[in-house]
């Protein structure tokens, strides 16, 4: 069992920044996969970004050049750095560990209110 601490959001105008950050129970260095999600209201889960243990990120076209996901392995911390937000960077951002590329599964944290305001 593995869980997830999720903090950083808040309200933020457009064009600004934020940093959201996910605490681990376990070390982050056994997950081999992180990732951060979202979902705005009246619409389904979507994937932002991920990261592997070997440090290797990707992410959807919408946030690409403006989101970056790292990991802390001494914090045992994934973060998700957020520039020139969009009113349609609105959402809830939740944090998820993943176990599936072992056949495991996934874990989610219980998410965090990210509110881009004009």
């Known amino acids: 069992q593995v869980q997830l601490v999720e903090s950083g959001g808040c309200l933020v105008q457009a064009g600004g920044s934020l940093r959201l950050s996910c605490v681990t129970s376990?070390?982050?260095?056994?997950?081999?996969?992180m990732a951060w999600y979202r979902q705005a209201p009246g619409k389904q889960r979507e994937l932002v970004a991920t990261i592997t243990s070997g440090g290797r990120a990707n992410y959807a076209d919408s946030v690409k050049g403006r989101f970056t996901i790292s990991r802390g392995v001494a914090t045992n911390t994934v973060y998700l750095q957020m520039n020139s937000l969009k009113l349609d960077d609105t959402a809830v951002y939740y944090c998820?560990?993943?176990?599936?590329?072992?056949?495991?599964?996934?874990?989610w944290g219980q998410g965090t209110q990210v509110t881009v305001s004009s």
């Open positions: 376990i070390n982050i260095g056994g997950i081999p996969a």
């Open positions: 998820m560990a993943d176990y599936s590329s072992r056949s495991g599964p996934t874990f």
